[in-house]
């Protein structure tokens, strides 16, 4: 059993839904990054059967993944966006995305960037600092537009998770601390170009328990209550991402445990009548993907073994920035020998760091392909070239067809834009 129910094991061959992974090696090479249709399109049903007739939105954390076809198929089955720079405001764009379903997140927009999201026309504005309110509300005068803005608020709650993805705690830099946000609302109602809409909070990510999204929820019923008692009504309630996945043996909690709890509290503070906007990233797209690699090389030494893998900290960053584990499995699995070598499953990056999984027991063998488990999420949007090395090839598997969803890179083309200096 993997973590990934659309990656399974079939007569003794890891497949993606009726693919065999080893024709996709053979079709396009190694390193690979494999995606399923069918398990997007089933992280969007869990959200969209846990919403019901509930007045929810849910704009996908594009950061997570930010393929065309995959926005593209968020798209089609009913999803705003999430966004955090130009950039990817002009994905959504390219693929023909509403931008009255997007949210513009981010400690450090740019003029040109809020400009960009005032002409496409987004939905809101997650501003995240004074200085900011005062550049977007001199931007969009410029521009004779009205920018709708939501504060983003630092609740100070402790999301459990690792350090360097938690966001909503004091000494974080995100968001505006919840003591000042009154100060700041009344500031945003005293300047041209703006309206407020919301509030927003998003306190971290790879959440397993539902406590940090209530204890953060209480603190911004209160802060809800009290703008309105100074005359300043919200239309809508932005609790961010943040749900996590099985990675090993973790337990998230699901957007139905989620929504359900969420509206219980409002209905109990008789706000249910707000929009919810809800902005997941990584569990839309995490299990959908895996990072197929070839293993190069074994090295047995005296105190560890490695397998040099063709695919390396450039492809996926996420073990060595944040010690991530993400399961390893073997494609085609040689019986599983009980004596099997433990291995640290390392790349060609000249980096100590380079390493995608330590002591795990492998029975393998040089020219086997291994699949990097839970690699949707994260994992491509953070690859690099480091080493002028190629980004590998995107498949999308749907049944037993495969699509190009974005090809291999080519080492010209890795520099095909440099040039060198003039001769004295
Ligand atoms: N909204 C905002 C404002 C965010 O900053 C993020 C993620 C999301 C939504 C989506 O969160 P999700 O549902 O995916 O947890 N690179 C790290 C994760 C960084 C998350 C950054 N913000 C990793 O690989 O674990």
Same mark, same amino acid.
């Given at each position: 059993m993997t973590v990934a129910p659309h990656f399974q094991h079939k007569n003794g061959v890891l497949h993606v839904e009726d693919? %065999?992974?080893?024709?996709? =090696?053979?079709?396009? !090479? &190694?390193?690979?990054?494999?995606?399923?249709?069918? %398990?997007?399109?089933? =992280?969007?049903?869990?959200?969209?059967? %846990?919403? !019901?007739?509930?007045?929810?939105?849910?704009?996908?954390?594009?950061? %997570? #993944?930010? #393929?065309?076809?995959?926005l593209n198929e968020f798209k089609t089955l009913g999803a705003g966006f999430d966004i955090v720079s130009g950039g990817e405001? =002009?994905?959504?764009? =390219?693929?023909? !995305?509403d931008p009255s379903r997007i949210v513009f997140s981010g400690v450090g927009k740019q003029a040109w960037e809020m400009k960009a999201a005032l002409e496409a026309g987004v939905k809101c504005f997650n501003v995240e600092s004074e200085a900011e309110l005062l550049q977007l509300s001199a931007v969009a005068e410029a521009a004779g537009k009205t920018a709708a803005i939501s504060l983003r608020v630092n609740p100070?709650?402790?999301?459990? &998770?690792h350090p360097y993805i938690s966001t909503g705690l004091k000494d974080n830099k995100f968001g505006i601390a919840i003591g000042h946000a009154l100060t700041v609302y009344q500031r945003a109602q005293s300047l041209p170009g703006l309206e407020i809409v919301g509030v927003d909070c998003h306190i971290g990510s790879q959440i397993t328990e539902v406590g940090p999204y209530l204890d953060a929820l209480d603190k911004l019923i209160k802060l809800i209550k009290t703008l309105a008692e100074h005359g300043i009504h919200l239309k809508h309630l932005d609790l961010g991402g943040g749900i996590g996945i099985r990675y090993t043996d973790e337990t998230p909690l699901s957007p139905s445990t989620l929504l359900d709890n969420v509206f219980q509290v409002l209905k109990a503070n008789r706000l249910d009548h707000l929009e919810i906007v809800l902005e997941p990233g990584r569990s839309l797209v995490g299990n959908a993907g895996v990072l197929l690699t070839k293993v190069e090389y074994l090295k047995h030494g005296e105190t560890k073994n490695f397998a040099i893998v063709d695919a390396a900290m450039n492809d996926l960053i996420r073990p060595t920035l944040y010690s991530a584990w993400h399961g390893v499995e073997p494609v085609t699995p040689r019986g599983g020998d009980a004596q099997a070598p433990h291995y640290d499953v390392v790349g060609p990056v000249c980096e100590s760091g380079d390493w995608l999984a330590r002591d795990r027991q492998l029975d393998i063998q040089q020219g086997d392909l291994l699949a990097v488990m839970s690699a949707g999420a994260y994992a491509f949007t953070m690859a690099s070239q480091y080493n002028t090395r190629p980004r590998p090839a995107e498949i999308i598997v749907d049944g037993k067809a495969d699509h190009v969803v974005r090809p291999r890179e080519k080492v010209q083309d890795l520099f095909a834009t440099e040039t060198t200096l003039p001769n004295d």
């Open positions: 693919l %065999a992974l080893p024709v996709l =090696a053979q079709k396009y !090479g &190694t390193p690979l990054y494999v995606y399923s249709r069918q %398990a997007l399109r089933d =992280a969007w049903e869990s959200y969209r059967s %846990a919403i !019901g007739d509930r007045k929810v939105l849910v704009c996908y954390g594009m950061k %997570a #993944n930010s #393929n065309l076809a995959v405001l =002009a994905r959504v764009l =390219a693929i023909g !995305g100070d709650v402790d999301a459990k &998770t």
